[in-house]
C-alpha cells in the first residue's frame, strides 16, 4: 500500500499488495482486498468493500458500496478475474458492482459514469463512457451499454442485451432485446418510442443529422421494407456517421432488435 496514513481511516483494511495512490482517501471500515489498484484523487467511503479492482483517476466510491465483488454465477468456480474502471467514476451508497467469470476474464466500465443507490452490475458486462445507471437499475451478465447512454429508475437489463450509445431507457422499463443507439425504450417488455431527441440536442447533434437519424428511423421501422435492403443503404458511404452507426448496430444484433409499440407511427411522426 502507498496511501499516506493521514488520509486512510485506521479503521481501514487493506490488503498489503494493494497498489493505492499516495493521494487516495480512504474511510472508516473501508476494506481493500486483493489485486487492487486505486488511481490518484480518488475516495472510497466508509464500509466500502473494493476487491479485484483496478481503477483509474478522480473515482469517488461512496459509503456501502462493493466493488468488484464475485459473480453471481453459479458457473463461477472461483477463477481469478477483476474489474477494470476509468476515471471519474460515482459509485453511490449500496451499488454492486462485480467482476468477471471465465467467459471473457473482467468486467469493463470506462469513464465519468453514474451508479446510482442500488444500481448493480453484473458479471462481463461492458459500459461505456458517460453512462448513467439510476436508483435500483440492474444489468445482468455480458450485457452492453454505450457510451452516454441513461437507464431510468427500476428498469432493467437482461443478459447479452446490448444498448446502443446515447439511448434513453425510460424508468421500469424491462429490456429483453437490443435498445438501438440514439433511441428511447419503455414498457415491459420495453418497445421503441422513437428518437431520444433531447438527448441528442443537448449532446450538440446538428440539425441536419438529427433529420437524418428521424428519416431512417422511419424507414428502418414504418417503410414496410426488410432490413436486408435498408440497412446497406443506410450504411453507405456518404450517409452521416451517426445514421451508418444506427445501422451498424442493427446488422450486428443477435439477440434481436427493440421495435416501436404498436400504434406508435402518430408518435414517431411527431419527432
Known amino acids: 500500500m502507498s496511501a499516506t496514513m493521514s488520509a486512510v481511516h485506521p479503521t481501514a483494511i487493506i490488503d498489503p499488495g494493494a497498489k493505492i495512490d499516495p493521494s487516495v482517501k480512504i474511510g472508516p471500515y473501508a476494506v481493500i482486498g486483493e489485486d487492487v489498484v486505486i488511481g ?16 483509474g483517476k478522480d473515482n469517488r466510491i461512496l459509503p456501502g458500496a462493493f466493488v468488484g465483488g464475485p459473480p453471481q454465477d453459479l458457473k463461477y468456480a472461483g477463477e481469478r478475474t477483476r474489474l477494470v474502471m476509468g476515471d471519474k467514476n460515482l459509485v453511490r451508497e449500496c451499488v454492486t458492482l462485480n467482476r468477471g467469470t471465465s467467459a471473457t476474464g473482467e468486467t469493463r466500465i470506462g469513464s465519468g459514469c453514474l451508479f446510482m443507490a442500488y444500481s448493480h452490475v453484473a458479471h462481463d458486462c461492458r459500459v461505456g463512457d458517460g453512462v ?35 439511448a434513453m431507457i425510460s424508468g421500469g422499463s424491462m429490456v429483453g432485446k437490443d435498445v438501438p443507439p ?54 453507405a458511404p456518404g450517409n452521416p456517421k451517426e445514421v451508418v452507426e444506427l445501422a451498424a448496430f442493427i446488422a450486428a444484433s443477435k439477440r434481436g432488435i427493440t421495435r416501436p409499440a404498436a400504434g406508435a407511427q402518430q408518435e414517431d411522426a411527431e419527432l
Request: glycine share 12%; hydrophobic share 45%.
Open 40 to 55: 490518484a484523487g480518488t475516495t472510497i467511503g466508509a464500509h466500502a468493500v473494493i476487491e479485484f479492482t483496478h481503477m
Open 132 to 166: 448513467i445507471l439510476v436508483n435500483s437499475v440492474p444489468l445482468a451478465g455480458h450485457v452492453e451499454v454505450g457510451d452516454g447512454a441513461i437507464l431510468g429508475g427500476s428498469s432493467a437489463v437482461h443478459q447479452f442485451v446490448r444498448i446502443g450509445r446515447m
Open 182 to 235: 440514439f433511441c428511447t425504450a419503455q414498457g415491459d417488455r420495453a418497445m421503441l418510442r422513437g428518437l431520444n431527441s433531447l438527448g441528442l440536442r443537448r449532446a450538440g447533434l446538428k440539425a441536419d443529422v438529427l433529420r437524418a437519424l428521424k428519416a431512417a428511423y422511419k424507414t428502418l421501422f414504418f417503410s414496410g421494407r426488410t432490413l436486408d435492403l435498408t440497412l446497406p443503404e443506410l450504411q
